[in-house]
């Protein structure tokens, strides 16, 4: 099962499915209802249910039907540290970038 790529344009650069799924799973480290999820995220409710059932079956978020709350799993908490790890080494990497280019400009 895949994601697709979702893009939504609200007076800022468009997310990729990598930054809203870190976003979801940083919604639900405490436990959060669907709606809250969805506000937060800023995701129609089709993409969200998109998004929540691949996170489930990736054993990243899990649901609790008693609470009726999604919650990130310890393999999701992995995943998070890896994205701003990464996210990081991006800006450190535009950083260089743009002082590359004063250089030769």
């Not at 249910?49 to 999701?76: A, P």
């Not at 992995?78 to 400009?105: C, G, I, Q, R, T």
Request: a positive charge; hydrophobic letters at 35%.
């Amino acid at each position: 099962m895949s994601v697709p790529l979702l893009k939504e344009n609200f007076n800022r650069k468009n997310r990729s499915s990598i930054d809203i799924i870190a976003n979801i799973l940083e919604i639900a480290k405490d436990g959060a209802k669907k709606t809250r999820i969805m506000y937060l995220a800023n995701l129609s409710f089709d993409q969200l249910k998109k998004y929540l059932d691949f996170l489930i079956n990736k054993n990243l978020l899990e649901y609790n039907s008693i609470e009726r709350k999604y919650k990130t799993t310890i393999r999701g908490s992995e995943f998070l540290k890896m994205f701003y790890d990464f996210k990081e080494s991006e800006n450190k990497y535009k950083e260089k970038l743009l002082h590359l280019e004063k250089l030769v400009s």
